[in-house]
């Protein structure tokens, strides 16, 4: 993507008032969020194809190892906004390490503009991980829970 193509999105977002906007294409990722009253911030992130010839650590004559099995899958926030870990500060959490959730279990809430919007696994396992913290910002795409 040039900069020509970031600013056509740019003027895009300003156009039709849209306040955040996410791309992902194979290898390539961005994001832009306007803050109140700036202009759009442009968030960009390339990952290069792995080429174990391109690896430093590597030595001659050797292939690297392939990387370890990844330990599950995230359930990751689908907006940016406030996460809660239960509907109320007094009530318990929606769910705790070790609990088997199915794919319409609520996991948490994000708030997001004055807005509660409950959190669903979306997959079934047992959580093995809460990768945020309560109350703390989230933005898209954050890894909330570690599923297996």
Do not use: H
């Given at each position: 993507?040039?900069?020509?193509?970031?600013?056509?999105l740019?003027?895009?977002?300003?156009?039709?008032?849209?306040?955040?906007?996410?791309?992902?294409?194979?290898?390539?990722?961005?994001?832009?969020?306007?803050?109140?009253?700036?202009?759009?911030?442009?968030?960009?992130?390339?990952?290069?194809?792995?080429s174990?010839?391109?690896?430093?650590?590597?030595?001659?004559?050797?292939?690297?190892?392939?990387?370890?099995?990844?330990?599950?899958?995230?359930?990751?926030?689908?907006?940016?906004?406030t996460?809660?870990?239960?509907a109320?500060?007094d009530?318990?959490?929606?769910?705790?390490?070790?609990?088997?959730?199915?794919?319409?279990?609520?996991?948490?809430?994000?708030?997001?503009?004055?807005?509660?919007?409950?959190?669903?696994?979306?997959?079934?396992?047992?959580?093995?991980?809460?990768?945020?913290?309560?109350?703390?910002?989230?933005?898209?795409?954050?890894?909330?829970?570690?599923?297996?």
């Amino acid at each position: 993507m040039d900069l020509k193509e970031i600013r056509a999105l740019i003027d895009l977002m300003k156009k039709n008032d849209l306040t955040e906007f996410a791309l992902e294409r194979e290898g390539f990722k961005i994001k832009l969020r306007k803050g109140w009253g700036r202009e759009p911030q442009v968030e960009i992130t390339e990952r290069p194809a792995f080429s174990p010839q391109a690896s430093p650590a590597a030595p001659a004559g050797t292939t690297p190892a392939a990387p370890a099995p990844a330990a599950g899958s995230d359930i990751t926030s689908p907006m940016v906004g406030t996460f809660y870990s239960s509907a109320s500060p007094d009530m318990s959490a929606f769910v705790e390490v070790g609990a088997e959730v199915t794919e319409e279990t609520v996991v948490c809430i994000i708030e997001a503009m004055k807005q509660f919007n409950e959190i669903r696994a979306e997959k079934k396992g047992t959580i093995t991980a809460i990768l945020a913290e309560n109350g703390k910002p989230v933005d898209y795409g954050q890894p909330l829970f570690r599923i297996v």
